[in-house]
């Protein structure tokens, strides 16, 4: 879903769609991030793992990074499709794949 979303934001920029619709992209992939990392630290927290706490720093961070791509994006920046698909690979896609799976054997 996150990367469904994060789809709708970059081709809405690449498009040049409003900033109406642009809003939109940005809250349902702010609003499904924030979703699945407040489930996932519920899951963590189920399974009495010892990485709960970073997670959940790490998730701020994550989310941070998401909202300051926004208010780039807000104050003129051209670069939000192509910060987002970086966020992706650099950001998201690692930490899937090891931290959140360091996290649920921790
Ligand atoms: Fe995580």
């Known amino acids: 879903m996150i990367f469904d979303a994060a789809n709708v934001f970059v081709e809405a920029v690449k498009s040049g769609k409003e900033d109406a ?3 939109q992209a940005f809250e349902l992939l702010i609003n499904y991030t924030n979703t699945h990392f407040t ?5 963590y927290e189920s399974i009495g793992s010892s990485l ?8 701020e961070h994550l989310l941070g990074e998401l909202r300051e ?14 910060d987002l ?3 992706m690979e650099r950001r998201l896609v690692p930490h899937i794949i090891e931290e ?7």
Not at 52 to 59: F, G, I, P, R, S
Not at 69 to 82: F, L, N, V
Request: aromatic share 10%; hydrophobic share 30%.
């Open 39 to 43: 489930d996932e630290e519920a899951y």
């Open 85 to 87: 698909d970086h966020w």
């Open 100 to 106: 959140d799976t360091r996290a649920q054997k921790a």
């Open 69 to 82: 791509m926004w208010y780039e994006k807000r104050h003129g920046s051209e670069d939000a499709g192509t």
């Open 52 to 59: 709960l706490a970073t997670q959940k720093v790490e998730h």
């Open 21 to 23: 619709i642009l809003d």
